[in-house]
């Protein structure tokens, strides 16, 4: 079940650094978001370790790494404002029952319908919101004044110019953070470069005493073990009423963010993971998180590129990393408070980089501008609203680009046959997007008496089409003519016995499908 790496040294090595990596860059995105929600950090710490351990486990990608995330933050921030957080927990149980049965129905293969341009423009929209989130750090949204200040008070150095000084060192720091994060692969990969950077800027911060900001800033970690808590609040249809919206916007963000980033990580390990696998894994975590004081959680994209980049390719990466969470919570928090932000900047600031498809650029001009919209659109709409939105948008958009583009491939052809009916050759799928085209096309009162629609090379797709047959159909009826319908495809044929009475096309001679067939023809 576990589905660890072959028993190699090297392997379980990197997986347990990377996993250790994983959770020092965990601890301040918790924090964070459990702020947005609205909640304790201990909640988004608790989701962190109890959704990456499950799913690390029992989840369909092994390598990927999943906690509390800002998608479904946002959501919860009205439902504990409104409500309180013992609602969110009842939420957060109610989500991962609707996650399991999406992945018991096999709902996961529905990911195959998102369009690559979807895919780059939510990795691209994830990108610049992953960057967005880490210049709140810089007090450039919403804390301007912790920046602010000087070192070396009292000297001849405090002049105007060293009041920024702090903004000064914590860009510095963070430029240090990203160089050998950059550089330490191209000299050696015994230990992930990201873990070195963090240890460095770290042993520099507490050598030289330097005046900057570190995580215990932020709030304080410390904490114990999850205990099992039933949701305090009332079992009966009000309350079902209350979460039951919550829950399944959450569940929806929850496995949208999830299945697109299996799939991101599968295209670069070049592996495969399982989708509905990951749904029951994803609904069985936040259960259990639900019962144990946390907030729920989903893939995090920004920390799985930080494992699988620094070498975490198995599941004991993620359950090293969920494992590490829970040490600092419980026994080691006073040192990981001491971690600068600086450095966990820099490690985000380098997901960043690698994370956005800087290839975008070079293609947008190369694929059809269709394509090109939907890729910017979907990457804004990912930055001004969430990823759930911008994905269904996405996705609308696409079908709808397709149906109008297919729309013009429909083709009919006239002619007369040796017994001097009008014939209709038609060639493309008729479906609502092609139907005003199809009927535009034919001439009830200048056709002959006897006409015949030669379906050979067209396929029915829907209700519309299937409308406008029963549209022609009367109209040639009240114009006296005589109308066969040929080569109905069995889809066709199919629709038409499924319809029953929605559809009443008015040609008398199959009382089966109520259109002529070729014998009758």
Same mark, same amino acid.
């Given at each position: ?49 109890? !959704? ?13 790494? #999943? ?107 963070? !430029?240090?953070?990203? !160089? ?90 070049? #592996? ?44 004991? #990466? ?72 911008? !994905? ?130």
């Amino acid at each position: 079940m576990f589905e660890f790496h072959p028993s190699k040294v090297a392997t379980v090595k990197n997986d347990v650094l990377s996993g250790l990596t994983v959770a020092l860059a965990l601890v301040p995105e918790a924090v964070a978001f459990a702020f947005v929600a609205g909640v304790e950090p201990l909640v988004g710490l608790y989701a962190a370790f109890m !959704v990456g351990l499950i799913t690390a486990c029992i989840g369909g990608r092994p390598g990927m790494i #999943s906690g509390a995330t800002g998608a479904l933050a946002v959501v919860m921030v009205a439902l504990v404002a409104d409500h309180g957080v013992e609602y969110l927990f009842a939420a957060v149980v109610l989500m991962g029952i609707l996650q399991i049965t999406a992945g018991a129905m096999r709902l996961g293969k529905f990911i195959r319908m998102v369009p690559h341009p979807v895919m780059l423009g939510f990795v691209n929209g994830l990108a610049i919101v992953i960057f967005l989130a880490q210049l709140g750090q810089f007090g450039i949204a919403g804390e301007p004044g912790w920046l602010e200040g000087t070192f070396m008070q009292g000297s001849i150095l405090d002049v105007a110019w060293l009041e920024d000084a702090q903004l000064y060192m914590l860009l510095g720091l963070v !430029v240090l953070t990203m !160089v050998i994060i950059h550089f330490l692969p191209r000299l050696t990969t015994t230990l992930p470069s990201s873990l070195v950077a963090i240890l460095v800027v770290s042993l520099l911060v507490f050598g030289l005493d330097l005046d900057t900001r570190v995580v215990g800033d932020i709030a304080s970690i410390k904490g114990g073990l999850p205990g099992f808590h039933i949701p305090s609040v009332p079992l009966n249809w009000e309350t079902l009423a209350i979460i039951f919206p919550y829950s399944v916007i959450l569940a929806a963000i929850g496995l949208i963010e999830s299945l697109l980033t299996l799939r991101l990580v599968d295209e670069i390990t070049e #592996s495969r993971g399982r989708g509905n696998k990951e749904c029951i894994g994803q609904g069985v975590a936040n259960t259990v998180t639900g019962f144990f004081g946390g907030m729920g959680g989903c893939a995090m994209i920004g920390q799985s590129m930080i494992n699988v980049n620094s070498g975490g390719r198995g599941r004991l #990466s993620g359950i090293a990393a969920a494992l590490f969470l829970l040490l600092f919570i419980l026994v080691a928090s006073p040192l990981i408070e001491q971690i600068p932000l600086a450095a966990l900047i820099g490690v985000m600031f380098i997901v960043v980089i690698g994370t956005f498809e800087w290839s975008s650029f070079r293609v947008i001009r190369k694929v059809p501008r269709t394509d090109a919209m939907v890729l910017m659109l979907v990457s804004a709409v990912t930055v001004a609203t969430d990823l759930a939105v911008a !994905v269904v948008v996405g996705v609308i958009v696409s079908a709808l680009v397709f149906a109008w583009e297919h729309a013009k491939h429909i083709r009919i052809e006239t002619r007369q046959d040796h017994k001097g009916s009008t014939v209709y050759a038609v060639t493309g799928p008729l479906f609502f997007g092609s139907v005003t085209s199809f009927l535009e096309r034919f001439d009830p009162v200048q056709d002959k008496d006897d006409v015949v629609i030669d379906f050979a090379r067209s396929r029915v797709a829907d209700h519309s089409g299937l409308e406008a047959i029963d549209t022609l159909a009367e109209r040639y009826l009240n114009a006296g003519k005589t109308l066969h319908l040929v080569h109905l495809s069995a889809e066709c044929r199919k629709l038409l016995r499924k319809a029953g009475s929605l559809v009443e096309v008015n040609v008398i001679e199959d009382p089966r499908y109520f259109v002529a067939d070729d014998a009758l023809a």
